[in-house]
Structures are given as structure tokens and as C-alpha cells.
């Protein structure tokens, strides 16, 4: 079989992607066709073996490519990747892709995960991998409860930790029990993720903007809610933190409503030009419920998520927990624990935090070697930065130039709850790219702000 | 430190935990006392440091002991396990287990799934750590279509396969999506786990119940409901299969109603005394989920299960599991692609179908030793049987008298949904203790059922 591939001057694994999606498309590779193995492929093209894996494996993810193990990668029926559902399934990846909510899987560490896996399942009790606690392991209880406190004041005690699948998740469990328990109203941030507001819908709650303007969320017009959702280390998407009078403010408001506060805490350990800012939690931690990710500080994909919970809340968390996932995956929770006592948790987030604020430091000098008509701002922490664009040009049509050089960008109208005036701006994730890409992407999104 | 520990006849390692437990309980060792590490107390009891080791993992799921990197383990604080939420927590475990619903974890793979989660992970491309498709990754669903295909007759496409984090948390999903879609009513079996029930009734349906005799689920009395739960190829808790001209009028039954089937496959894989009984799945795709796990076959702990829908249920569930826990572990799933594809799930299988026949013989050989009043059913697959008890005894009598010799019983009162006449019977799940203690506990069984 001859591939006639010709991978171009994109990057060797690019190129070779490219390469194959196209000779997919033009029918010159037809459905079923068995491709060479990496290691025959590698050694034809003259290139690392891995790199040929990985852009097979990227191809299978993608469904253009399915490997079988036995025998070997086989090209995709594109036919049947047309009939699948639209809904929900995600789209074909752009090849660049400045939107925000992602960490740089690419650095995730790969090694030591596996390391710790390996010690974590070794010294594991049997018990651990039945059926358990909906909390999730001791083990991590103990860990997370060590290093919240360490890392972000939160005052947690392991048996008021409830390790769940991602916030979203946890979030989920949350609204339920609260419209169980008669809630009726909750409040976000007037600018927030549009997911959380379909969550809690979908458990029954109307949702009410909280207006944000330069000191976060405006605690005052929050008016009458069961429960506020917020993002007080670094509003997101709108990057600032919430201003300190403000803090004492909302727990007085959260006093005088009997309510709720569910602080999102996603990004908190990513902060560059000062100390990090600690969680709101300690000061009120019967009306307080903290959650925090891996998500941003690993990888979404591992799903792990913590609720730092009320002691009131405990028991409910726990009954909807057994009937939602249960105890969410075991082996998973214990490397984490063995991953945080090691002290790599610290040391990864260490190494991404100087990784990101190089990118960020990048997205700068790119963007005000330019028309200084872009304001940047929400830099001080996250993965993400605010670029507000002047009266001249929209989003949208910001967005459709770059989605033409497969540049996928975000814009601010995305994450809109309120009705007040909007100006344009995108939300730039700075932090998801892989590292060889970001660089591409950053002379793209140039490209797409000044129409050149 | 001392330990004074005098662990006894019991088993090296279950004596040490007993000695702990006890020096704990009589106050010999005060909360926060750091134990020594499980090198220096192998070396002074000249026993294996794996054995301690096990030991302190076994204690510190029970919360007996703390184990903290850094500073070692230590003694746990009673009076916090005390103060801990009833509801969810599991109790302290008993030490001899029968009750049904657990294979025996002790026989999972370890080696060889960190084995397939070193080749997985090292081969996925980054973009696989990311968010992704609610569905879970491509090369799970590729592999389960494969294997469930030829192991149970389901006729599964990729696309239409959703992992997700047990079959509670598929169910639940389903629940979900058809009481959206206006279902106001489950049938579910007379007998079944209540769990289930709970999950139906949390998603607004009100569950009636299908009367249950030698044939499995009495199809002529399922009357009118929007869907119906059933266990085809091993009823649990009574153990029989569905009845072949029960599965034709099942299918009549769901056309008349335009109603849904969930065959809940929960271990269909363990059959002992002829073929496996195929799935009901390919008689009616577009009508019937299928529903499979690897709880039983590999470990609770992990939260993989899949449902494999009919065309019209993807977008829902996609569009629910969104909102829910997203993707699913995805590390988790690599793994058991890989362990699928690698030949090693079918090898493991194999191995626990002998080493559970084994284990029923015994119990059957222990029991037929005994009064012949106990008559035992469901014995021909899965990992638990029915005894039948005498008129002369209750469930409760027997599980009072078991449970004074730390022996954990389950009664078929358990999973009852029906007002008809009850026998009393014990639902022994036979996987569920590790191998060693595997004959006490059918000695403490058969004690506790002849009052010795």
C-alpha cells in the first residue's frame, strides 16, 4: 500500500494528519482499507514512531481512522460518522483553538500519573474497589482536606469532602438537593458558563443575573435568591477578582437571605503577579459550599471534582450521590491522593503556572505590538484574558475571520445572562493549544483582530 | 511504641487488624498515636510487609486508622467517625460477607490493568484528556460494540453506545430523558433492587410491579406502563431466565404499548451449566436499551457500565449525560478498551466463571450436607443463589443469628415490591468474600441457618 502521503511544511504530524484526512476525503483510501503499521509507516517516512501514533490516534479520535487492536487501523466508514446525532457530539476539532476552559492537555504528566497509579492500586485495600463511601475514597478525603487547606485557607475536614465527576457534576447534586429542600431561585454572575445555568434548570430552578462590573459580582443587586453561584478568585469569563468589601458584604447578604453561596473556586491555584487570593470558604464555612477541579489544574478528562460542604448539606449530598454515579471511579480517586501526598500535584501546578504566565506574557507583546484600541484585561490569574475590541468590528465577525484559517475563537456574547449594554470582546484561553501550536495560533488570532 | 499486638488464629493479616481495632477501641491507642511504618512492624512480627500493609489499607477504609504521606499512619479519631452522616456512609464492614450485588474484588486484575493503562495512556492523543463526547471515547465504544456483539448477540453500533459511570447512573440518565418525554410510569420486577426504584421515583415516574414466578417476569401482567426494567438472562434477586415465549410476548407487549425495554445485563457473561442465554437486545433494537457493566466482572470500584440505545434515545442522553458527569473517566475507559482489545477482559471472565462454580459447588455440597428442608434456586449463572427458607424460620432470624457472628446476610424481603404472599428466603451472593474466606463464611452460614 502506498500512501502518497505528502505532509508539507506544517509540522510532521500535522502534515501527516492532513495528509490522511484528505486522501480519506478524495476516496483515495476507502473505508476498510487497513493502513501500515506506526512502526512501518515511521520507518517509510523516515519519522518517529510516535509521532505516527499519535496522529493515528488523533485520526481515530476524530473518526476518520478506528484502530482494532488484532488488526491493526482500518480507514473509518465516513458515512456512518455522518448519520451520528449533532447533538451534543462534538464537532470536528478546529486545528487551533483560543477558546477558553481547557488546561494544556498536552503537559499533562503522563509519567508520573502512571506512577502513581501504579503505587496507589499496589498498596490499595480490595475493599477499595467495591462498591463504597458516594464521598469517595478516604484516602483523597484525607489529601484534598491537607492540601485546601495549604494551598486556598479552605477549611475542610474529610468527612465533609464529597469527590464527585467534574464540577458539573457536583454542581448537578447541589441544585437537586436544593430544590428538593424548596429552593426555588438561583443567582449567577451576569456573565458565567451557560452550562451551569442548564443545569440548574434542569433541577428545576430559575436562574437571576448578578450584575459584574470592575469589583465582580455586584453583591447589593443580587436581591432575593435560595443560592448564589459565583467565581470570587477570578470571575469567570471577565477575569477580575471580587473586590474585598464585597466579600464581607455577600456573607452579610447570605446571613440575612438564609441562602447559599456555591463558590466555583476552578482556577484558584493560577495566579501570577501577586499571592494567590484565598477562598471566601473559611469565613463562613456553614453557609459556604467550596468546589474546585481538576479540570483546569490536570485535565478535564480525569473528571475529578470536590464539594467542601456545609455539615447540613452532607447527608443529602450523600442520597443523591448514591443514586447519581455512586462512589465515582475508584482507581482514579487514589492516584489523585498518591499524586497530591507526593507532592507532584504541587509540582505540576508549579511548572504550568510559569508555563501559562509565559503564554500569557506572548498574547501580550502579540496583541500591543498592534493597534492599541484592544484593551486586555482579567491577566492577573486563569487560563484565560478578555480582549475587548473596539466599536469598529463585532465578534462575530472576528469569529467567522478566524474560523476561515481553522482558528476556533469565543466571544463574550457566549457566556451573556443579563440585558444590560454589551460591548464585544472574546474570551481568549491562552492555556489550550498544545505548546508547538500556540505560537500559530497566537499570529492567527492577529491576523483575525486586524483583518490582514 | 509497643503494639502488643497478639493477632491470634485467625489469619495473620485478620488478626492484626483485629488486634488494632481492639487496642483502639479499649483506648490503648489514642487518636493521632502514629502506628509504625509497615517495613518496621513486618520486620518486628516477621511477617510480610505486604500483609501489614493490606492490613493498614484495610483499617484506614474503616477509618480506624489515618494514613497521611509524609507523616505516616495514625491512629484515627473515633469520636469524628462517630459524628459522621448516617445516611450513605457505609457501615463498619462485617468481616464475613454473603450478601449479594459484589464479585470478589481481591480477583481483580491489578497487574494487568495498570498494564493496559500504561499502553493506553501512553499511546491516547492529548486531545483524549480533554472534554469530549459525552458518549465517551471512540475507542471504548469501538471495542464494546466488538465484544458485545459476539459475547451476547447485541447488535451495537459505536454511536449508539454511552459509557457512563455504572448502570445506576445510566439508569438514571434514562429515567431522566423518558420522564422528559412525558413517561409517567416504570414497570419494574416483584422482586428487584430497591436502588433502582429509589432512581425512578427521583425522576418524577411513579414504578409498578411485575409479578415474578418460575418463568421470570410474568409479561400477561405487566399491563400499562412506559417502560419496563427487567433482568432477562438471570432475574435478580430470584435467579431464573426469562421464559422463551415470555421474551416473543415481551416484545408483542412493548409494540401494543409503544412502550421502552431496559434489559438490565448485569452478568450475563457468568453462565455455568450451558451457554450463555443471548441478549433480548437484537430482537428489537429500536425498542430495547441495553444495559452492561463491569461491576460484576471486573469491580465495582471502576464506574464503567454502558447503554446501548435505540436511534431516537442518543441525542437525549447525550444532551442529560451532559449535564451530568460529561464524559466519564476517560483514563478509566483507555484501560478497558485496551484490556478488551488485549484478549485480558475474556481471559479474566473465564477465569471467574470457574473460580464462582467452584465456589457455588461448595456451597451447594456445605448445604445438601444439612436438613434438606432449604431448597436453592438460581444457581445455573451469576454470582448469587436463593435459599428457600422452612416455615420454621424467618429471614430475620437467620440474618440476627448471622450477624452475632459478624457474618452479613441479605433477605429476599429486601428486594421485595409486592404485596403477594412471601416465602422467606436468604439471597446468598456467593463472589462477594475473598477466597480465603470463603469456607467461614459458609460454615457461619450454614451455623446460622441450623442454629448450632
Not at 509507516?41 to 496522529?55: C, K, P, Q, S, W
Not at 487492536?69 to 473509518?76: D, E, P
Not at 456573607?251 to 484565598?278: K, M, N, S
Not at 469569529?399 to 443579563?418: C, E, Q
Request: with cysteine.
Amino acid at each position: 500500500l502506498d500512501l502518497h502521503l505528502e505532509p508539507g511544511g506544517r509540522g510532521v504530524r500535522a502534515g501527516l494528519e492532513a495528509a490522511v484526512r484528505e486522501a480519506v476525503r478524495s476516496g483515495r483510501l476507502s473505508a476498510g482499507v487497513r493502513l501500515p503499521s506506526s512502526r512501518a509507516l515511521a520507518a517509510d517516512l523516515g519519522i518517529a514512531r510516535n509521532t505516527v501514533a499519535e496522529a493515528y490516534g488523533q485520526l481515530v479520535a476524530e473518526g476518520w481512522l478506528l484502530a482494532t487492536q488484532g488488526s491493526g487501523t482500518r480507514v473509518g466508514n465516513r458515512a456512518g460518522l455522518a448519520q451520528q446525532p449533532a447533538t451534543g457530539a462534538p464537532p470536528l476539532q478546529p486545528r487551533y483553538d483560543l477558546r477558553p476552559g481547557s488546561p494544556d492537555v498536552a503537559a499533562f504528566p503522563r509519567a508520573g500519573w502512571l506512577a502513581a497509579a501504579r503505587r496507589s492500586l499496589s498498596l490499595a485495600p480490595a475493599t477499595a474497589l467495591g462498591y463504597g463511601d458516594p464521598r469517595g475514597r478516604p484516602e483523597l478525603r484525607e489529601a484534598l482536606a491537607g492540601y485546601l487547606a495549604r494551598t486556598r485557607g479552605v477549611r475542610a475536614s474529610p468527612d465533609r469532602i464529597v469527590v464527585c465527576a467534574g464540577f458539573s457534576h457536583g454542581f448537578s447534586l447541589l441544585c437537586q438537593v436544593l430544590s428538593a429542600r424548596g429552593a426555588t431561585t438561583l443567582a449567577v454572575e451576569g456573565y458565567s458558563q451557560p452550562q451551569y445555568r442548564k443545569i440548574a434548570v434542569t433541577q428545576r430552578l430559575t436562574t437571576t443575573a448578578v450584575p459584574v462590573d470592575a469589583g465582580g459580582a455586584d453583591i447589593g443587586r443580587i436581591g432575593a435568591a435560595d443560592a448564589v453561584l459565583l467565581t470570587p478568585a477570578h470571575q469567570f469569563p471577565l477575569g477580575m477578582a471580587l473586590a474585598p468589601a464585597r466579600r464581607s458584604k455577600l456573607l452579610d447578604w447570605a446571613a440575612d437571605h438564609d441562602a447559599t453561596v456555591i463558590e466555583d473556586d476552578y482556577d484558584g491555584e493560577f495566579r501570577y503577579d501577586r499571592q494567590p487570593i484565598g477562598a471566601l470558604q473559611p469565613r463562613s464555612p456553614e453557609r459556604i459550599v467550596y468546589a474546585g477541579t481538576t479540570s483546569k489544574s490536570l485535565a478535564p478528562g480525569l473528571r475529578l471534582a470536590w464539594l467542601v460542604l456545609p455539615a447540613h448539606f452532607v447527608d443529602d449530598i450523600i442520597a443523591a450521590k448514591a443514586l447519581s454515579d455512586g462512589v465515582t471511579s475508584t482507581l482514579e480517586k487514589l492516584t489523585l491522593a498518591e499524586f497530591i501526598n507526593s507532592g507532584q500535584y504541587d509540582r505540576q501546578i508549579r511548572r504550568q503556572r510559569q508555563a501559562y504566565r509565559r503564554r500569557r506574557d506572548q498574547l501580550l507583546t502579540a496583541l500591543h505590538g498592534g493597534v492599541s484600541l484592544i484593551r486586555i484585561t482579567g491577566i492577573a490569574a486563569g487560563l484565560h484574558a478578555l480582549l475587548q475590541l473596539p466599536a469598529t468590528v463585532t465578534e462575530e465577525e472576528v469569529i467567522a475571520r478566524a474560523s476561515r484559517s481553522d482558528l476556533a475563537l469565543d466571544g463574550l456574547n457566549t457566556y451573556r445572562h443579563t440585558e444590560e449594554p454589551h460591548h464585544s470582546a472574546l474570551v481568549i484561553g491562552y492555556a489550550t493549544p498544545p505548546g508547538h501550536a500556540y505560537p500559530t495560533a497566537i499570529e492567527k488570532l492577529t491576523e483575525a483582530l486586524w483583518d490582514r
